[in-house]
C-alpha cells in the first residue's frame, strides 16, 4: 500500500509533467487552481494520469470536489483501499 | 479607398535547411539538400523511408510545458513567426493591436495529433483522448496559436488549398493590408505530415518519389530521372506590412507584394491541367494585379516538385504567360533541397524569392543533371546573379484540387 506522501510525490510529477509545475511547489495543502494555476483543461489531464498511474476511477462528478492536492491524494488512498 | 502599397518587413522560418532564414538560406545559396534517411521506427516498412525533416527540432526552442500543447504545425508557425517578428523589429515597436493580424495556412493541419489520439482511443479507450486534441489539430490553430503569442486581433484566417496554402495566406494578407483592414499581418504556412498515413497516402498515389539513391539527390524538378517529389516539414512566416505603416516606424523593406493571382483548375481533385492552363491564369492575374509587363520579371520560384507532369506543365505556363522573355528569366526550385513542404512551401519559397530580390541572388536548382527535353526554361545550377534596377520576381504554388496561386514581389 502506498503512503501518503508516496502518492503525494507520484501526484507531483504528474503535474510537473501536465502543467510545468515545481514537484516541490506541489504540497498537499495547495489548491490546484488559485495556487498551482492548472487550468480546467490540464486537470482533466491530471485525472486521467492519475487513473493510470494509481489504478483508480477518478469519476467526472468527482473531479469538482479536488480542489486541493490533499483532497485528490485523499481521494487516492480511499479509492486503492 | 485607395488601395495601399504593402511590403514585407519581416521573415522567419524553421525549415530543413536551417533552424532560422540566415542558416537556411545559406544552405540554399551553397546548394546544400536537407533530404535524409528517416530514422523514426515506422519508417522500416514504408515503401518511402526519406524525408526532409526540420533542421531543428522545434521542442529545442519552445519551453516543455507549451510545446506539450502544440502540434507540431504549431510549433513550427510559432518558432518562424516569433523569427519574423524580431526581425521585423516588432518586439518594442507600439502597435495598434487590432489592426495587427494573421494569416497562416496549412494543407493537412494538425494530422499527427489526431492520429496519435486515434491510437490512444484505439488502444486504451476514449478516456486516453487528450482534452486539447481538438485545439491542437485543427487547421487554424497555427495561425490562432500565433495571434495568441502576439495579441493580433484584426484577425486570424486559415486559407486551405494544400499545396498551394502557404501562397494564399500571403496573397489573403496582401488584400487585407491593402484594403486598410489592417496594418500588418504576419503570413505563411507551416506543415508537419511526416506521419506514416500521409507518408503511406502520398507513396501510394505515386506521387512521392521511390528513388533509393543517396537521399540528397532524390528530389531533382525538371531532370530525366524524376519521379516524385520528397516530403518536407516547416514553416516559413512573412512581415507583410502598409508601406506608410512601415515607413513611419523606419522598418527595413526587403521587397514589395505587388500582387496576385489565384485561380482553379477545375480539371481534376488531384492531377494538374496538363497543359497548366490554371496555372497560367493565376500568373497573368499577378502580373496585372502588380501592373508589371513580362520583361519586368527576372526571377520565378517555380512550384516545380519534381514529377514527371507537374514539373513539365510549369514549363509550359511560364512560355504561355511570359512569351519569348521567359528565356531571359532565372528560374529555380527550391524544392530540388528542401523536399515539398506542402502548406508551408509557398512560404518558405516566398522568402527565397523574397531574399533573391534582395541580395540579387537565386538560389540553384540542385541534382539537375539532365534537363527534361520538354523543358525549355533557364535553370541555375549554381546561385546566380540577378540584374539590378527595379525589378520583380513570382513565386508559383499549385495545390491538390486544383488551386493555384501566383504571387509577385518587387525589389525596393
Redesign the interface.
Known sequence: MATTEEIRADLAEIVNEVAGVDADDVQLDKAFVEDLDVDSLSMVEVVVACEEKFGVSIPDDEVKNLKTVGDAVAFIERAQG | MPAKRVVITGLGTTSPLGGDVASTWEAMIKGQSGVRHLTDDWAEEMPVKIAARVAVEPTEII???KA?RLDRTSQFAVVAATEAWRDAGLEDADLDKDRLGVAIASGIGGVTTLLDNYDALRDKGP??V???AVPMLMPNAPAANVSLLFGARAAANTPVSACASGNEGISLALDQIRWGRADIILAGGTEAAIHPLPMAAFANMMALSKNPGDPATVSRPWDTARDGFVLGEGAGVLVLESEEHAKARGARIYAEVLGAGITADAHDIAQPDPAGRGGSRAILRALAEAELDPKDIVHINAHATSTPQGDIAEGLMIHATLGSHADSVVVTSTKSMTGHLLGGAGALESIATVLALYHRLSPPTINLDNLDPQVELDIPREARELPGGQVAALNNSFGFGGANVAVAFGSV
Open positions: 519551453e516543455r510545458v506539450r478516456r486516453r487528450s482534452p486539447l
